[in-house]
């Protein structure tokens, strides 16, 4: 055992003490010992009492809260991001040149007259939109360019149909009219152009388009549905305050759904096993609210793209070219919303209701959408549409 009877430690310069002088001990204390003395000594000293120790917990604990609550109260102003609704428009110069088309007054047959100006035009004038039960003719093609092999389904469905014709709040006798043809591209989201779109006297939307909890970007009504089965809403919500639905034959099958759903007879086990996806069984509107868009539409809209496409044979439209080869029909004027697929910028939003990509369309091998936008584009080149959305 090492006994210490003088500490001393000097400062090697100056030779002053850096520590006082330890007392002289007679008994020695073992070191350990001694440690756990000072630590004794120095514990009362250093830690706070049990009343001033759970004052400062509670202090801490109020300065935390705060921390949280202030920010909920007085939210900073945030960059609205991709995933984010957008709390005000993209484009205001956009939105401002929506309202100054509205705020003109409507031209008639403004649409037709500019679109004589295209080579293309001739093959898309005089089409008609809808199948009527005296105008059926002979089919020399298939669906969906023709109704060849499904004249006794078509019938059925006619037969079902009080006013299977064009409806006479869509003919061309009469006042003015404008068309605004609503499509799903995700260049609609955060456009605010909602309560522009409702404005419109023909308000065309695209298979199973969402408008419920849409209304800012998209607007609340819809005048026309166009949709083949596969692609009808299943949500009741989405027909409430839409005035017709107008099908798209790709099949005979289709037909028959659409007589099922008229009059509200199921169609077999057997029959829906033939859909590519799970159909719906009814559709709350009434008979004289169904039509079916004549072939002719997607057939002539085929024939116009070719010119456009790097490959030649029978092309299929998209239903969107089709909306639009049909608003040319029905409207004297006709703008686009939500239209151009941006195949610069895979990550940008393919839909607006939806979070799936731009690069989603590479999978897809039925629809040429580049031959579609050049001719979207000489359409609005023509003056023949306008395009509310800037994407073309």
Not at 16 to 44: D, N
Not at 333 to 351: C, I, K, S, T
Request: charged residues 20%; hydrophobic residues 40%; proline residues 7%.
């Amino acid at each position: 055992m090492v006994t210490l009877n003088y500490l001393s430690v000097e400062d090697p310069d100056d030779g002053a003490p850096l520590l006082p002088v330890a007392a002289e001990t007679i008994t020695p204390t073992p070191v350990c010992h001694r440690q756990r003395v000072v630590l004794k000594s120095e514990s009362r000293d250093f830690f706070l009492s049990r009343k001033e120790n759970f004052a400062t917990s509670l202090l801490l604990l109020i300065g935390c809260y705060l921390a949280i609550l202030i920010p909920a109260y007085f939210p900073v102003n945030k960059v609205p991001s991709d995933n984010t609704d957008y709390q005000y428009p993209k484009d205001v110069a956009l939105l401002n040149r929506s309202s100054l088309l509205l705020s003109r007054p409507c031209q008639p047959r403004w649409a037709l007259d500019h679109l004589k100006s295209l080579s293309c035009s001739e093959g898309l004038l005089d089409i008609p939109a809808f199948v009527q039960p005296n105008k059926t003719g002979t089919w020399n093609l298939a669906p969906p360019l023709g109704l060849r092999g499904s004249e006794e389904h078509l019938a059925l469905a006619l037969a079902s149909m009080p006013q299977p014709g064009m409806p006479a709040s869509l003919s061309k006798e009469g006042r003015c009219r404008r068309c605004v043809v609503v499509g799903n591209g995700g260049i609609l989201h955060g456009s605010h152009l909602g309560s522009h779109i409702d404005q419109y006297d023909v308000i065309i939307r695209l298979n199973n388009a969402p408008v419920a909890g849409f209304e800012t970007d998209a607007g609340s009504l819809t005048t026309i549905r166009l949709m083949y089965p596969e692609g009808a809403p299943h949500s009741a919500d989405e027909y409430k305050k839409t005035a017709m639905v107008a099908l798209v034959v790709f099949k005979s099958l289709d037909l028959d759904w659409l007589t099922s759903v008229i009059t509200k007879q199921p169609l077999s086990f057997w029959s829906k096993m033939w859909f590519w996806r799970e159909v719906v069984d009814d559709i709350p509107l009434k008979p004289e609210s169904f039509k079916v868009l004549h072939p002719e539409i997607i057939h002539k809209t085929g024939q116009v793209l070719q010119e456009y496409a790097k490959k030649q044979g029978n092309m299929v439209p998209t239903l969107g070219a089709s909306a639009v080869v049909m608003a040319l029909q029905l409207c004297d004027q006709v703008n686009l919303a939500g239209f151009g697929y941006d195949m610069q910028h895979p990550e940008a939003r393919l839909h607006y209701y939806e979070d799936i990509r731009m690069d989603a369309m590479k999978a897809q091998v039925v629809h040429d959408v580049s031959a579609e936008k050049l001719f979207l584009r000489d359409l609005v080149a023509a003056r023949a549409v306008a395009d509310l959305t800037g994407a073309l």
